[in-house]
């Protein structure tokens, strides 16, 4: 019997927690270049966005397990998320505030992928790309459109990616 | 704040909660299936967003029910022009998913 939805799900769950801890450990050492965090970084998104993905039980596991899922798209639902509405209850000025920015960074997270954007968005945190006549290294590249990640919206969407990654529950056996 | 006792109304006060605090947020179908009668089956909602990214797919996620909203949720996010495409495409939705049967809330003219 192959294994449930259920099983796939706490499985990325777990492992986008692995990862997000990772992120931790290598953003606070100052001496490893920004591309290895930014990598784990993306594989925590990634991997969050399918364990939710799996709750929703109309989709075929199949398609699920083996296409993207866009972190831009998770972070838009779970911002409005009920989960969400009581974290922000109140505030909901703050929460429109953040979110725009937020929506954002994710999409640069998720562009971090050799996969997704490779003609508009070469800059990946993994593989080397092609500017002109240069090949430019992920290790030696400072990726100036996430600098914004340590900024107050930045650390916003590092909560929500935190929260996301802590509260999941995994989906009720069909 | 009391829960509300129905899932018609927890669908309700959730999607105005979403239109407060999406100001891109064009317009919601909360999807009907066949289950939309029992406890257990989520409210699903899609919602037509132009400040969400197109990726030619719809994703649904799904969220854990809370005190407020004691159900579970589902929430897939479109732009204006995916909706257009479903339109046309509607084999495109979820599956059991229809735009036809779905119950449809515009944005309110004050928020």
């Given at each position: 019997m192959p294994a449930s939805r259920e099983a796939w799900a706490v499985a990325f769950a777990t492992q986008s927690q692995s990862d997000w801890q990772v992120y931790g450990r290598l953003a606070a050492?100052?001496?490893?270049?920004?591309c290895h965090e930014l990598h784990y970084l993306q594989m925590a998104c990634e991997k969050i966005a399918k364990a939710y993905r799996c709750r929703?039980?109309?989709?075929n596991l199949d398609d699920l397990l083996t296409r993207h899922v866009g972190f831009a798209k998770f972070i838009g639902s779970f911002l409005v998320s009920p989960s969400m509405k009581e974290a922000y209850r109140g505030r909901d000025a703050q929460l429109r505030e953040g979110a725009k920015l937020a929506r954002a960074l994710a999409r640069e997270i998720e562009k971090?992928?050799?996969?997704?954007?490779?003609?508009?968005?070469?800059?990946?945190?993994?593989y080397p790309w092609e500017v002109g006549e240069k090949v430019i290294s992920p290790c030696e590249y400072s990726y100036p459109r996430l600098?914004?990640?340590?900024?107050a919206g930045g650390r916003t969407l590092l909560k929500l990616l935190a929260r996301a990654i802590q509260e999941f529950e995994p989906p009720s056996p069909a | 704040m009391n829960a509300p006792r129905t899932k018609d109304a927890a669908a309700s006060r959730l999607i105005q909660w979403h239109f407060s605090v999406e100001p891109e947020l064009r317009e919601v179908y909360r999807i009907v299936l066949d289950?939309?009668?029992?406890?257990?089956?989520p409210i699903r909602l899609l919602e037509v967003n132009a400040a969400t990214v197109p990726t030619g797919s719809i994703e649904p996620f799904g969220f854990s029910p809370t005190e407020e909203i004691p159900f579970r949720t589902v929430i897939a996010e479109i732009t204006p022009e995916e909706l257009e495409s479903l339109q046309s495409?509607?084999?495109?939705?979820?599956?059991?998913?229809?735009l036809s049967r779905a119950e449809r809330f515009v944005r309110p003219k004050s928020s």
């Open positions: 050492d100052p001496q490893i270049p920004a929703d039980t109309t989709a971090l992928a050799p996969a997704v954007d490779r003609a508009g968005s070469p800059e990946n945190a993994e600098s914004l990640l340590m900024s | 289950d939309e009668g029992s406890q257990e089956g495409h509607p084999e495109a939705l979820p599956e059991g998913w229809s």
